[in-house]
Structure formats: C-alpha cells, structure tokens
C-alpha cells in the first residue's frame, strides 16, 4: 500500500508538471492546460479510488502505468495543437482527454459487471464471427486512409474496425486453444487465423496483419508448448510476406521505403525521413517540451507521435517510455501466471502480447528497424477505438489478476 502511495503521488507530480510546461510554450501564460492538468489528476485519483475500494485484490500497478503513459500522450498531443498558430483551443487534447475519460469509466464499468472470464469461454464461434465481420466489414463500407483501407466513418467519426475485431480474436484464441487441441480443431483455429490476416493485408492493414500474428503465435505456443507449431507459422508467415511482396504494390512501397527512405525523401518515404530526423535531433535529454518541431512530421498525433516524443523529451524520454511498457506487459504476464484456468490465462496472455506487438511495430517502424506501418501506440496515441480498447483490455487483465 504504502509504494502504491508513492508512485501514486509521481504519478501526479508527473502529470502537473508536464501541464505546468505547456503553460509557457507561447510566451505568454496559458490557464487551460492548467485546467487539463487538474482534471487528469482529478480522473487519476478517482480511479485508483475506485479500484482500491472495490477491487483491492487486482493489480493495482496496471491502472496506474496506463495512467502516466496517458498523460504523456495527451500532453504532447496538446503541445501539437498548439504548434498550429491559427487553433485557440487544442481540439486533438480535447478530443483526447473525452477519450480517455470515457476509457477510465470504461474500465471501472467492466470490472463492476465483468463476471468470472471462465462463464465467457464457451462462445468461441461468437468471438470469431465477430472479428471476422469486423475485418471483412472495412472491404465494403471502409475508407482509405492513410493509404490503409481499414477506417469506417460516419459524418466526422471513424473508427478502426481492426481495433475492436483484436480483442475478440483473442476471446476465440483463448476459448479455442483452452479446451482439447488435436488435429482437427488445430486446423480450423490456424485457417481462422490466416483468414484475419488475408483480410488485413488485402486492406492494406499490414502493421494489424504483423500483431495478429504474433498474437496468434505467441498464444499457440503458451497452449501446446510445442516449439514446432511455432517455426510452422513462422515459415508459413516469412513464404507469405514474399508472395505478398510480389502480389501487392502497397507492400512493395512498404519495402522499399524501408530499405532505402532517402531515394525517396521528397515524396513516399518523407514521413520516415521526417522521423528519424526529429529522433536524432533529440539527443540524450531532448529539445524540452515547446522547443523542438515535431509538427513537421506528418501524423505525429498519432502513428509518429514515438517520434515527437523523442524529439522533445530525448533518449532518456523515450527510454522511460519503453521502460513503462514493459512493465505493463511484465503485470500483465504476470496475472496469467496467476490466473486459476486456462482460459483467463490464456486471453491476459494474448492482451499483454497485443500491447507488446503494437509497441515494437511502432517503434520498429518509425526507427526504421521494421517496414513503416500505420499503428497507434497503446494510450499515448490520438485515437478514441485506440484508447476504449486499451482500457477494455486492462480491465479484463485487472479481474484476471484479482483471481489469484
């Protein structure tokens, strides 16, 4: 309790002293994000409220690292808007921080109403219906955006349909693979699989295609600890990037950006160039917060925002970052070794390797260390179908880690 209390109160201070910068980024005193900083910290202390008076025995540590991830991304989403001279109200923080108070009501919602998991691994065939309607719903109704085909919008909201379809992927992975596995039901799980991911590379959604996979992997082998399962998918997976490679143009553009972004700075590979640029300027301790230019990098709200960061706050920044998340990833493993069945174990493997996945694509990509991809950093990334999933995902982890 006591070291709850102290990063607790870290948190906060944190969290004040970010808001506290961007009042002087314009050389002039700005009371608003003075008014986000109180209401974050009011949001923050309400929720580890809720947690530690009704659920004290789940990991308290989970809500708490989400919390501070959250408020560095609102932050420099807040310092991104008002990079633009002609916004008097940033609307992106705005839009952000409804975002993330609907993901913290979301969260103390499905631990209020969540049953014990083991009533929900019997609906397999549900999940997976689910998921697959979702990804197959962007080829009909989808719009293309940035390139990728998997947004679905009405008037002024999108969403990523991909985003939610993650989460019941799982649900049908950890149902499937926690009951008897034999020949047959390892067959239609693996064609399931790929059937997700076809659909995810014909709509040019191949940073969800990389994750679903891993996913897929990862859990496969928790359930059967049978290594050869594994080399399977991954040699299947390496002969099916390179039939890709020759079939789609987007992935060849993929490609080739990666391994040459200089030949083409001026137009396709501009965004990753753009990037490493702000992450080298950054150096050790970064430009500080107000002083760099980050906006010059395109979609730094969201799929580059890793990049604005490094810009800024420098390696040691980002360092505490990447720090963070494994250690949201490490409590998230941490309640599968703990979970009393396999099927809980099983679904708080999948989300803590689904966050995993999603922190290497992105800053694989834009470090160029992997092919560029278009995924959203979990909690930190501008995203409102980002942010609900990611709360979803840690209030099922959070119930799984009450059981032990």
Same mark, same amino acid.
């Given at each position: 309790?006591?070291?709850?209390?102290?990063?607790?109160?870290?948190?906060?201070?944190?969290?004040?002293?970010?808001?506290?910068?961007?009042?002087?980024?314009?050389?002039?005193?700005?009371?608003?994000?003075?008014?986000?900083?109180?209401?974050?910290?009011?949001?923050?202390?309400?929720?580890?409220?809720?947690?530690?008076?009704?659920?004290?025995?789940?990991?308290?540590?989970?809500?708490?690292?989400?919390?501070?991830?959250?408020?560095?991304?609102?932050?420099?989403?807040?310092?991104?808007?008002?990079?633009?001279?002609?916004?008097?109200?940033?609307?992106?923080?705005?839009?952000?921080?409804?975002?993330?108070?609907?993901?913290?009501?979301?969260?103390?919602?499905? /631990?209020? !109403?969540? +049953?014990?998991?083991?009533? =929900?691994? &019997?609906?397999?065939? #549900?999940?997976? *219906?689910?998921?697959?309607?979702?990804?197959?719903?962007?080829?009909?109704?989808?719009?293309?955006?940035?390139?990728?085909?998997?947004?679905?919008?009405?008037?002024?909201?999108?969403?990523?349909?991909?985003?939610?379809?993650?989460?019941?992927?799982?649900?049908?992975?950890?149902?499937?693979?926690?009951?008897?596995?034999?020949?047959?039901?390892?067959?239609?799980?693996?064609?399931?699989?790929?059937?997700?991911?076809?659909?995810?590379?014909?709509?040019?959604?191949?940073?969800?295609?990389?994750?679903?996979?891993?996913?897929?992997?990862?859990?496969?082998?928790?359930?059967?600890?049978?290594?050869?399962?594994?080399?399977?998918?991954?040699?299947?997976?390496?002969?099916?990037?390179?039939?890709?490679?020759?079939?789609?143009?987007?992935?060849?553009?993929?490609?080739? /950006?990666? !391994?040459? +972004?200089?030949?083409?700075? =001026?137009? &396709?590979?501009?965004? #990753?160039?753009? *990037?490493?640029?702000?992450?080298?300027?950054?150096?050790?301790?970064?430009?500080?917060?107000?002083?760099?230019?980050?906006?010059?990098?395109?979609?730094?709200?969201?799929?580059?925002?890793?990049?604005?960061?490094?810009?800024?706050?420098?390696?040691?920044?980002?360092?505490?970052?990447?720090?963070?998340?494994?250690?949201?990833?490490?409590?998230?493993?941490?309640?599968?070794?703990?979970?009393?069945?396999?099927?809980?174990?099983?679904?708080?493997?999948?989300?803590?390797?689904?966050?995993?996945?999603?922190?290497?694509?992105?800053?694989?990509?834009?470090?160029?260390?992997?092919?560029?991809?278009?995924?959203?950093?979990?909690?930190?990334?501008?995203?409102?179908?980002?942010?609900?999933?990611?709360?979803?995902?840690?209030?099922?982890?959070?119930?799984?880690?009450?059981?032990?």
């Amino acid at each position: 309790m006591e070291m709850e209390n102290k990063v607790l109160k870290s948190i906060l201070l944190v969290t004040f002293l970010l808001y506290l910068n961007l009042t002087f980024i314009n050389n002039k005193i700005d009371v608003l994000p003075i008014v986000f900083g109180i209401s974050s910290i009011i949001l923050i202390v309400y929720g580890n409220f809720i947690v530690r008076k009704f659920y004290p025995k789940g990991d308290k540590y989970l809500f708490l690292i989400s919390a501070i991830l959250a408020q560095i991304g609102i932050t420099m989403i807040y310092r991104l808007d008002l990079s633009n001279s002609n916004v008097t109200i940033p609307k992106y923080a705005l839009k952000q921080i409804t975002w993330y108070t609907v993901g913290i009501t979301v969260f103390i919602l499905i /631990i209020f !109403l969540l +049953p014990k998991l083991t009533y =929900l691994s &019997k609906y397999k065939y #549900i999940y997976i *219906s689910i998921a697959l309607a979702l990804l197959s719903s962007t080829l009909i109704l989808g719009k293309e955006i940035k390139g990728s085909k998997n947004w679905i919008t009405f008037g002024s909201f999108s969403f990523q349909p991909s985003e939610i379809a993650k989460f019941f992927i799982i649900l049908y992975f950890a149902s499937a693979l926690s009951k008897t596995i034999d020949k047959k039901s390892l067959k239609e799980i693996t064609i399931l699989a790929f059937v997700s991911i076809a659909l995810l590379i014909l709509e040019k959604d191949l940073g969800a295609a990389v994750i679903f996979f891993g996913i897929f992997m990862v859990m496969l082998f928790i359930a059967t600890s049978n290594l050869k399962y594994v080399l399977y998918g991954v040699g299947s997976f390496i002969i099916g990037g390179f039939v890709s490679y020759f079939l789609f143009s987007h992935v060849r553009i993929r490609v080739d /950006i990666w !391994l040459n +972004p200089w030949k083409y700075k =001026l137009n &396709k590979g501009y965004q #990753i160039c753009q *990037s490493l640029f702000a992450i080298a300027s950054g150096g050790l301790f970064g430009r500080g917060i107000g002083l760099g230019y980050p906006y010059l990098i395109p979609l730094a709200l969201n799929d580059f925002i890793f990049s604005a960061i490094a810009e800024e706050l420098g390696f040691l920044g980002v360092s505490a970052i990447i720090i963070l998340y494994f250690l949201l990833v490490y409590r998230g493993l941490r309640a599968a070794i703990y979970a009393k069945d396999a099927f809980s174990q099983l679904v708080a493997v999948g989300l803590s390797s689904m966050m995993a996945f999603q922190v290497f694509v992105v800053i694989g990509g834009v470090t160029k260390m992997i092919p560029m991809t278009g995924i959203t950093l979990p909690f930190v990334s501008y995203g409102g179908s980002s942010m609900l999933l990611n709360f979803l995902s840690l209030a099922v982890i959070y119930k799984i880690s009450e059981g032990r």
